[in-house]
């Protein structure tokens, strides 16, 4: 079944050096047989075009019609119904199976979205159709191109990327100045809510004076009687701090991680070697935190681990995938993020070479690039790395080199660095692939952070301002001349990956979402009965901020 | 036992009753923790369980048990015994079963590895959730040297214990179930296990074990689920558990059957389940992924490899060839043979006299051609019959064959020739023989894999043709072995038996396309005769030609610039590729007065044409139809052709060999505390001199010690006699709540009777160490500049902390030796075995041994030369080079000591190393417990220690490549004291807990039992290899034959002699070359070199397994690594904000530095590149060094090229 999907069409006409309208993509696709209608349409081509436009399958197909025109009743790319207005997620495995496209409505026995609403915090966030209004198979087709066709309107900026800055040169000085940088941006945060001293004042301090400091986690210890010895660390030296076991800020020890910063307060003990804490602070997002939202109804695409390469590279999740993008439904996705792993990479793990569908790294990123192609040219895509791809693993991670770059050229995609910050039309989004998110799953208990629910997980780290805290355990650290892992402003959007579980939820009215993936489980995940979330695409409204998840798989 | 092998006892219990005697005398008067010697004699496994265990009576009732039953049974006769309270003396019901499974281990290890008191921490009661008592046996890591059946039969006895005295059967709890499964999971990936089970499989024993495994946690990793379970203390792996569980109860399922069944008392219907994989049912959920990993665990057995299925096409009968060897290849360790490559080492059958008992025979000159990288004890990884071999060299069987650069392509067998053309080697078409003894095959049950043609073989196949052998062989005229060209081909055309070995060529390594090319070349060729005799076959150069010539690897001269290849000794060649030589003579030449000139002129011809060859002929092959040559061969020639190497035995380098002497790291001259005060060269000149403050005493040190209170005047000290009245001290226990004094019990615990906590003689006390120095060097008449260093330790790690006399450390430290743990100075060697040796090769004199109790060569005639072979006597062991000298150093400390110390007369008095022969020394292995004595006869230059294989196994080692020690017997006798053992787990390990003064063979290591010990293998044998036979089947004496009978200390019969037993290189050049990268150079270069070696599947390793984890690690460290002030040495697990110490304000700086992580990075790159490694591997060194460049290098400010600089 060669051009069955749009996406399939796209890369056709794109390896014979067209770009083409959705619209005359999709109307191609409508036809009896596309293939056949394609090569027409192509002899047909003004011999200077170089876009395929809709009015070119239009006065081919009313010249010599290919098929039977019954384009409006093709299931392909334009369901005949989806129950959109319903308040439910639409159901749409974009494969065109009968199952959505059978036409009486949404199947209750079956539905292949994921329920939005559970996994969140403090704030259910709605589903809501993808297009407001009326069905949305005559609203595709009537109204035409789809995606607006503006680009004045769309807006995308980058912050925080240090791709091409990396000045560490593995020097002890440079750990320093990382960490002391830190200190200093983040503890700015917390400066304001205790009254702080440097830790070296503080062991001159009468006994029973009451003390803050602002510092990083040294260390945490239990004492013999259950109590928390906590020592913190600032630019002077550190200083002990004891949580009493029955006191309420014992649940929060829990919670440390090393190297993070906060701010404690509390009484000095008689002979002024220790402090009693009274009250703990973290940098946190203000409760208070207001999202900026996009002015006008527009969405992106927010996806990781694509794994392009692995044996369980999941081809046929994705080219419904693109194909989805290709449908009206999808009209309004004009943003799509990727948070790392493009593809599976070499060496990763030993004996990887036996486990890969494509062995070679370049070839990797060829075929990557391939799948890129699919997605419609009209759409904004941004990546960072993760830890599969060919960049060093430490973090921060720059994005990729000229050589990669040059082999994924698609689109003219956005390479950041991991992390880094997207704004677009004025929503931020903090894009980092979330290697830390192992750590943080691993030190913390359950109830806080599991790989069911990666978002809560999230949440600690928004709590934390800062995406990989704890240095020496799992997380890698370069140093460079600044700590690029603190998120220094809220983000509105906070995106991961890398646990391939799909999750979101909101906290402090930041959205956290962690994608999925496109790899079906590996034998790793299965020796560790890991069932991964695959082929999800969640889609955020930049309006609203609102998630609808769509399945592919 | 004969009368001389009795005699042979008697005598060295005599020589060690003198010993003894001595020991004692000195013991009595010295200062030691005993005043006694500390070894007890066993002369039998009944007196080494007894001593082991420390339990009473156990000895009696064993030697009882021993002549009645096997002992397995016994072992569970002495459950009962120890149920019903007739042997040890124990109240609670737990103790009795703990001394049943310490017996039980003991005895099934026969009373030598420390398993007994190490693997077992104890039983203890616990309870079911029903209210009822259960038995849990707590295992510990140690447990690993009683092997798969003793573990198994622990739990059987502890079982069998537990119904006789009435407790109940254990439990489990689902979680605790679920725990095994996680646990055993975790502890294979970690450390490794021989068989692992499925998680079904350890949950059904689990399930349905009437005994509680459990034990200490020995991994760093944490199990992920079921963690903190109440009745198991740990969250990490229990090493010994899982080692009982898996390799005992899992693996030996069957083995134990055999005693469930027998016994009434207990019942454990569900090992049949457990055996035919009957516990799926109880889990059925579980996913079948069977196929893996049973094939893996069939696999390691190294069996099963002989798959000859029916269905198969008519083919060459072969041996499967393996991977595994090559797994984990190391950078600096060669390759010598990927799997069952041409060009490899070839299997040839038999023993030589330095041989058996997992090693290898390889011909000197191959080491040397090996670029010396094999040397005598060398340990290599091998494809069969076992895993690994210790290498002995053989030269009486092939050398290697090289090609020359000048063309020349030659066998070689001589050493002394290939160092001389070592330089000119281009290539090793053929590595030489590879002697493997029959019991090798036994002992691994191994299928026989086809044999080599060779002259054993040949000899019997012609007596077999009606050939008088005997004749032959007394015909001075004829030497069988490396006979003529004439004389091999009539003997294979008039008897009709198969060419001789020597003209016998590797046909089957060349194809029949290639054949005919030869048999072409050859009618084509012409002979040219300068002289006498058969002339030189002259062939035209050709590449084909070339390269069959090499594959079969027929001596011959290439000569590409003259457009010709000689073969000189060409007629069984000529006529193997059917080629008749045919003399034409000139007319009338015999007319010619200058005939002699002129001779007759030879002309070959081809006798036979393509379609002559059979259809079979023509497809016969084992990789692929027609590869092999053989059958065609047979069509041909005139006479029969046998498969000269069908066995090529794939190898590479394991364990260099060893031969040095054991220090402590940093060594240690005397086991007296001196804290940080002596630095970190633990210098007690300096810690006697060290002052902490200007205001402290120099030499005065706060130091954890036992105390010792003397009965006679109260005095309290720290040594074992009083300082005031000279009487024995005792420990003086106080309990650490009521300072009350305690007397041990009799069972020797110290417990306070009041406060319920254990007492400990253990305090912190000032040490003036000036004074004890002073007083030391005083004491013996020695003064500081008799030694460059004494060095002491750090603290005690015993129990009792009783510190050993300063004076002993003195006198190792003037003889230059130091001490192990225990007290003992001691000496690593690898272990070889040999049976027959030559007093040339000794270094010794027929005097000597005739003095030694050698009276007859192994033919029974006087010993009148000194090369005549003598049967080596069982304990009497050869001593390498290193190890003589230091035993002669040992022996003039020994000598001081007993004189400037003890006050006794000198015992050795050795003025050289020839009178070192005759004295008797202690062989000790790591994780045993037990020390057997031996006695010098000789001396080698190799590397190694070279004793009779009983003498090994009665230490249970093998020789694949194990090494452990020799001791001199009085420095055993004198300074091992158990006070000293550390009294962490383990620490009584590889210490001489009690000594076995006799070899009885059924008690050593049944492994030796397996060697064959026949003068020559019968012809039924090799017939029997080519049909890949059981090795069962075949019937060769073997060392268990006579087990048991008058003759099981001699008759220990070989097939091949041996010039020497140490030839080729004293050391490997691993050991000679510097550099980690020297060594991989080498290993790189001689991959080249090897036709049987793939260089860029060596290189893909080393980059694989040794270069790309480094680099991967040390990357990874880089960025989490600790940090540590280089003043102070304080480590902080990240960088201090401060940037300076916390602790003194110093400096820090990272572990982890840019140079460590990138140091092989070039090198990976630059070996991947030149040996055209994969693009994969290729790429993934692409990609870390792009990590390296981004972390270690500034976008900015990048390191340009020299240009820049222009």
Redesign the interface.
């Known amino acids: 079944m060669p051009l069955e999907g749009p996406a399939r069409i796209v890369s056709e006409l794109t390896s014979r050096g067209y770009n083409a309208e959705r619209e005359a993509v999709t109307r191609i696709a409508a036809t009896e047989n596309p293939a056949t209608t394609l090569e027409a349409v192509l002899e047909d081509l003004p011999d200077d075009a170089l876009v395929v436009r809709s009015e070119h399958v239009d006065s081919l197909l009313e010249r010599a019609p290919v098929s039977d025109g019954a384009r409006t009743t093709d299931p392909i790319g334009s369901p005949t119904d989806d129950g959109s207005d319903s308040g439910e997620s639409p159901i749409d495995d974009g494969s065109g199976s009968s199952e959505s496209s059978a036409g009486d409505g949404p199947d209750p026995t079956e539905p292949s979205t994921r329920d939005t609403s559970p996994s969140t915090g403090d704030e259910r966030p709605t589903s809501r159709p993808t297009a407001a209004g009326g069905p949305v198979e005559t609203r595709g087709v009537q109204e035409g191109s789809g995606r607006s066709a503006d680009p004045l309107e769309r807006s995308l900026e980058i912050a925080g990327d240090m791709t091409?800055?990396?000045?560490?040169?593995?020097?002890?000085?440079d750990?320093?100045s990382v960490?002391?940088d830190r200190?200093e941006r983040l503890g700015s945060k917390l400066r304001g809510r205790v009254n702080h001293r440097p830790a070296t004042a503080i062991q001159s301090m009468p006994g029973g004076s009451e003390a803050g400091m602002v510092g990083?986690v040294?260390?945490v210890r239990s004492t013999a009687s259950g109590h928390w010895l906590i020592e913190l660390?600032?630019?002077?030296?550190?200083f002990p701090w004891l949580v009493m076991k029955d006191r309420e800020y014992a649940d929060l020890v829990d919670e440390l991680l090393?190297?993070e910063v906060v701010a404690m307060e509390g009484t000095l003990a008689d002979d002024s070697g220790i402090a009693f804490v009274d009250s703990m602070y973290f940098p946190d997002v203000p409760r208070t935190h207001e999202p900026t939202t996009a002015d006008r109804h527009v969405q992106a695409a927010l996806i990781s681990d694509v794994h392009v390469g692995s044996q369980e590279f999941m081809s046929e999740a994705w080219n419904r995938f693109a194909d989805w993008l290709h449908t009206p439904e999808a009209q309004h996705v004009e943003y799509l993020l990727i948070a790392g792993d493009m593809v599976e990479?070499?060496?990763v793990y030993p004996n990887q070479?036996e486990e890969l569908d494509v062995?070679?790294?370049?070839e990797q990123y060829e075929a990557f690039n391939e799948r890129l192609k699919q997605v419609p040219g009209d759409i904004e895509i941004v990546m960072i790395p993760g830890n599969h791809d060919?960049?060093?693993?430490?973090e921060p991670q720059?994005g990729f080199?000229e050589e990669l770059r040059g082999i994924m050229s698609a689109h003219d995609a956005r390479i950041v660095s991991n992390p880094s910050t997207v704004t677009l039309e004025g929503v931020s989004v903090l894009m980092y692939h979330g290697v830390s998110l192992d750590e943080v799953i691993a030190e913390l208990p359950e109830e806080k952070a599991s790989y069911d629910d990666p978002h809560r997980a999230m949440y600690q780290l928004l709590k934390k301002r800062h995406v990989a805290p704890q240095?020496?355990?799992h997380?890698?650290?370069?140093p460079e001349e600044k700590d690029y892992l603190i998120m220094e402003e809220v983000p509105d959007i906070f995106h991961t990956g890398h646990v391939h579980k799909l999750g979101f939820g909101k906290y402090h009215n930041v959205l956290a979402i962690n994608s999925g993936c496109w790899q079906s489980q590996t034998d790793f995940q299965k020796s560790v009965n890991i069932q991964p979330d695959a082929g999800f695409a969640p889609i955020v409204d930049l309006d609203t901020l609102d998630v609808t998840v769509q399945k592919f798989s | 036992m004969r009368e001389e092998d009795e005699r042979y006892f008697r005598r060295l219990e005599a020589q060690l009753d003198t010993a003894f005697d001595v020991a004692e005398r000195a013991k009595e008067r010295g200062g030691d923790p005993e005043p006694e010697v500390e070894i007890p004699v066993a002369k039998d496994m009944a007196d080494r369980v007894e001593n082991i265990l420390g339990i009473d009576d156990v000895a009696e009732r064993v030697r009882e048990l021993e002549g009645e039953m096997s002992r397995e049974e016994a072992a569970l006769a002495l459950a009962e015994d120890f149920a019903e309270g007739r042997v040890g003396d124990y109240e609670t019901r737990a103790g009795k079963v703990e001394g049943a499974v310490r017996t039980a281990v003991a005895l099934l290890t026969e009373g030598v590895v420390a398993a007994p008191i190490e693997g077992i921490d104890r039983v203890e009661l616990l309870e079911n959730d029903d209210g009822t008592e259960f038995v849990n046996v707590y295992y510990a890591g140690p447990i690993r040297s009683a092997g798969g059946t003793a573990q198994a039969l622990s739990v059987l006895v502890a079982d069998y214990t537990r119904a006789l005295v009435g407790i109940e059967q254990y439990n489990a709890r689902s979680e605790e179930v679920e725990r095994y499964a996680e646990e055993i999971g975790l502890y294979d990936k970690e450390t490794g296990l021989q068989y692992t089970p499925k998680d079904k499989e350890t949950k059904f024993i689990a399930k349905h074990l009437p005994i509680m495994l459990d034990g200490e946690a020995t991994g760093d990793e944490e199990v992920s689920g079921f963690r903190d379970l109440e009745r198991v203390d740990t969250n990490n792996a229990r090493g010994g558990m899982c080692l009982v569980l898996a390799e005992g109860i899992a693996l030996k399922a069957p083995k134990i059957q055999r005693y469930t069944s027998a016994l009434d008392e207990i019942d454990w219907p569900w090992l049949q389940d457990l055996i035919d994989g009957n516990y799926a049912d109880e889990a059925a959920d579980a996913p079948e992924d069977e196929d893996g990993e049973a094939d893996e665990a069939s696999d390691d057995g190294g069996g099963g490899e002989n798959e000859t299925e029916p269905a198969e096409p008519e083919g060459p009968v072969r041996a499967k060839s393996s991977q595994k060897f090559l797994r984990d290849l190391i950078a600096g360790r060669p390759v010598f043979s990927h799997p069952s490559a041409a060009g490899g080492f070839r299997l040839r059958y038999g023993r030589a006299r330095n041989h058996g008992f997992a090693t290898g025979g390889v011909h000197p000159a191959t080491m040397h051609l090996l670029d010396d990288f094999l040397a005598t004890g060398t340990q290599i990884k091998t494809e069969r019959p076992g895993k690994a071999h210790g290498i002995v060299p053989v030269d009486t069987i092939d050398g290697p064959t090289v090609k020359l650069a000048n063309g020349d392509v030659r066998r070689i067998d001589d050493p002394q020739e290939a160092l001389e053309i070592r330089n000119g080697v281009e290539r090793i078409l053929d590595a030489g023989e590879y002697l493997v003894n029959y019991g090798e095959f036994v002992e691994n049950n191994h299928p026989l894999s086809p044999a080599s043609y060779v002259f054993e073989w040949w000899i019997q196949d012609l007596e077999a043709a009606g050939a008088d052998v005997q004749a032959l062989e007394d015909d001075p005229r004829i030497d069988l072995e490396n006979p003529d060209a004439d004389r091999a081909l009539e003997w294979a055309t008039s008897y009709d038996a198969p060419l001789h070995p020597q003209y016998t060529y590797l046909w089957h390594d060349v194809s029949v396309a290639e054949f005919r090319t030869l048999a072409d070349a050859v009618a084509n060729g012409r002979v040219e005769r300068a002289d006498g005799g058969d002339g030189t076959l002259v062939l035209a150069h050709d590449e084909t030609v070339r390269g069959a010539l090499e594959a079969i690897i027929v001596e011959h001269r290439q000569r590409p610039d003259d457009g010709r290849i000689e073969i000189d000794d060409w007629k069984p060649f000529a006529h193997t590729v059917g080629c008749e030589p045919r003399e034409t003579v000139a007319d009338g030449a015999a007319a010619d007065p200058d005939a002699r000139d002129r001779r007759p002129t030879v002309e070959l011809e081809r006798t036979w044409s393509d379609d002559d060859l059979s259809e079979r002929a023509r497809t016969w092959g084992h990789e692929e139809e027609g590869d092999n040559a053989i059958e065609a061969v047979n069509e041909v020639a005139p006479f029969t052709v046998r498969e000269r190497a069908p066995t090529r035995i794939g190898n590479r380098m394991g364990r260099p060999e060893k031969s040095e002497r054991r220090d402590l790291s940093p060594p240690v001259h005397t086991l007296f505390p001196i804290g940080e005060a002596g630095g970190p060269q633990r210098n007690v000149a300096d810690a006697a001199k060290h002052a902490e403050t200007m205001s402290d005493t120099p030499g005065v040190v706060e130091l954890e010690i036992g105390r010792q209170r003397c009965e006679n005047c109260g005095t309290e000290t720290f040594k074992n006699r009083c300082p005031d009245c000279n009487e024995r001290t005792t420990p003086d226990y106080r309990c650490p709540d009521c300072e009350t004094q305690i007397e041990p019990d009799e069972a020797g615990r110290v417990e306070c009777g009041h406060c319920e906590v254990e007492a400990t003689c253990v305090e912190r006390r000032e040490v003036d160490l000036n004074e004890q120095y002073r007083d030391a060097l005083k004491s013996v008449g020695e003064r500081e500049n008799a030694f460059e260093i004494l060095k002491g330790v750090k603290g005690l790690t015993s129990t009792t902390k009783v510190p050993e006399p300063i004076e002993k450390g003195v006198l190792r430290a003037k003889h230059d030796v130091s001490s192990f743990k225990d007290g003992t100075v001691r000496y690593d060697m690898t272990d070889l075995p040999v049976t027959s040796v030559r007093a040339t090769e000794l270094d010794v004199d027929i005097g000597q041994l005739q003095a030694l109790g050698y009276e007859t060569d192994i033919h029974g005639d006087p010993l009148v030369h000194e090369d005549q072979l003598v049967e080596l006597k069982v304990q009497d062991i050869v001593l390498s080079d290193g190890a003589a000298e230091h035993m002669m150093q040992t022996a003039d400390f020994i000598d001081d000591l007993l004189e400037q110390y003890y006050g006794l007369e000198p015992f050795y008095e050795l003025e050289d190393r020839q009178e070192l022969v005759g004295e008797l020394v202690f062989g000790m292995a790591p994780h045993t417990s037990a020390a057997t004595v031996g006695r010098v006869v000789g001396f080698t230059s190799a590397a190694v220690g070279y004793a009779h294989p009983y003498f090994h196994a009665a230490k249970r080692r093998n020789c694949d490549g194990d090494e452990d020690c020799v001791m001199l017997l009085m420095d055993g006798l004198l300074n091992f004291s158990e006070s000293f053992l550390p009294n962490q787990r383990g620490g009584k390990m590889d210490a001489p807990l009690v000594m076995s003064s006799r070899i009885d063979p059924s008690e050593i290591d049944d492994e030796a039992h397996n060697m064959d010990i026949a003068s020559q293998y019968p012809r039924e044998f090799y017939e029997a290899t080519l049909e890949q036979a059981d090795p069962g089947e075949v019937d060769i004496r073997i060392g268990e034959d006579t087990l048991g009978t008058d003759l099981e200390y001699t008759g220990f019969e070989h097939t091949h002699d041996v010039t020497d037993i140490a030839m080729g290189p004293d050391l490997s050049a691993y050991k000679t070359l510097g550099s980690m990268m020297e060594k991989m150079n080498a290993q790189l270069e001689l991959s080249r070199k090897l036709r049987a070696v793939d260089e860029t599947d060596v290189a893909e390793r080393v980059i694989e397994y040794h270069f790309?984890p480094d680099l991967?690690g040390n990357?990874?460290a880089?960025?989490?690594?600790?940090?540590r002030c280089l003043d102070c040495g304080e480590k902080f697990?990240?960088?201090?904000?401060?940037?300076d110490c916390?602790e003194c304000g110093g400096r820090?700086?990272?572990t982890v530095?840019?140079g460590s992580v990138n140091k092989y990075m070039q090198t990976a790159i630059q070996v991947a590149d030149e040996y055209d490694c994969r693009?994969?591997t290729k790429?993934?060194l692409e990609?870390?060094e792009?990590?390296l460049e981004?972390?270690?290098?500034?976008?900015?400010?990048k390191q340009s090229g020299i240009e820049d600089f222009m």
Do not use: C, W
């Open positions: 091409g800055e990396s000045t560490g040169t593995g020097e002890y000085g750990f320093v960490f002391r200190l990083l040294n260390d660390e600032d630019a002077t030296g550190t090393y190297d990479g070499v060496g070479d062995v070679d790294i370049y060919a960049v060093r693993l430490a720059p080199d240095f020496g355990g997380t890698r650290l370069a | 790309l991967i990357l990874r880089f960025s989490r690594q600790e940090t697990r990240r960088m201090p904000l401060t940037g916390r820090v700086n990272l530095h840019q693009d994969y790429q993934r990609v870390l792009k990590s981004s972390i270690f290098e500034n976008d900015k400010n």
